[in-house]
């Protein structure tokens, strides 16, 4: 089944629901430049800038194979881990990506797409946010850009809008992947044509924010919902199950049911979606 949806907003649900050599540089303008010694690279605090409890990092480069790992690292005062990606490729991420900061939301933005592949996991104990957005925009006016990294002011705020300069935005594609976050947490993929193979997401008793958008404009994310600001089109979301391949389940243990691979469910929640079908077969 193939379900084409373009967007006449974006899908906010608060339940779960269901290249290149591998490498991670950094870019040097934060703090140290080069490569990181793989394959499984360790991100401390002393590579990236701590402001208040936002930590950020910026790298070249940032992509993780299969049976490869990146473990986010620093003090317990960080809420919040942001990542830009600077180099202009894509990320692939098929193996794991880890915080070992106690309750921080990990934040990955890369413009020129990022592609989650069958072997990618979470494993971080607050919310996960990946976006092919150009900057986001902290709530005080401050800004961490990855197009124009001159243009950022980093501040101690929290992330308020999620901005697009580019009318074509990057997409965001997750290929065979279980993506799931802890009870409570969001769960966002937030960019340009969003695809969804075979794939899996899940935020238990949390929120799943979607968003696909086809030009410049701000995501600001609120209690509410999603909001889109200034967008003259938006883009296309693609959920998609090949028939040839069998659906395994992921069992999380109490108090949850087990989870299909490949599908979005709801479990004692609501959800709304703001959106027209295209197509479906």
């Known amino acids: 089944m ?11 649900l608060t339940l779960y629901a269901n290249p290149l050599a591998a490498q991670v540089m950094l870019d040097g303008t934060l703090g140290p430049s080069g490569l990181l010694s793989g394959p499984n690279y360790a991100i401390p605090a002393e ?6 409890s936002n930590l950020f990092h910026s790298f070249g480069q940032f992509s993780i194979y299969r049976g490869e790992s990146a473990t986010f690292s620093g003090p317990n005062s960080v809420n919040n881990i942001i990542g830009r990606v600077t180099g202009g490729q894509a990320s692939s991420i098929d193996g794991l990506l880890r915080s070992t900061i106690p309750g921080a939301n990990l934040y990955l ?13 979470l494993d971080v104990s607050g919310s996960f946010h990946a976006s092919t957005a150009d900057y986001v925009r902290l709530n005080d006016g401050g800004r961490f850009d990855a197009v124009y990294p001159d243009h950022s002011v980093l501040t101690v705020a929290p992330i308020e809008a999620f901005g697009f300069l580019d009318p074509a935005p990057g997409p965001i594609t997750v290929q065979g992947s279980v993506l799931q976050v802890p009870e409570g947490q969001t769960l966002s993929l937030l960019g340009g044509d969003l695809t969804v193979v075979n794939g899996t997401l899940y935020a238990p008793a949390g929120r799943l924010n979607l968003a696909a958008v086809g030009s410049v404009g701000e995501i600001v994310p609120t209690a509410q919902g999603l909001e889109l600001r200034g967008f003259g089109q938006l883009g296309t979301f693609a959920l998609t199950h090949t028939a040839e391949r069998p659906r395994p389940t992921v069992n999380l ?11 979005l469910q709801r479990h004692r929640a609501t959800g709304r979606l703001a959106g027209r079908v295209v197509s479906a077969h």
């Open 2 to 12: 193939t379900i084409h949806l373009r967007w006449a907003g974006a899908l906010t």
């Open 47 to 52: 590579v990236g800038q701590q402001h208040g």
């Open 109 to 121: 933005l890369n413009p020129a797409g990022v592609l989650f592949g069958e072997k990618a996991r």
């Open 253 to 263: 243990g109490v108090p949850y049911d087990p989870v299909v691979w490949g599908v």
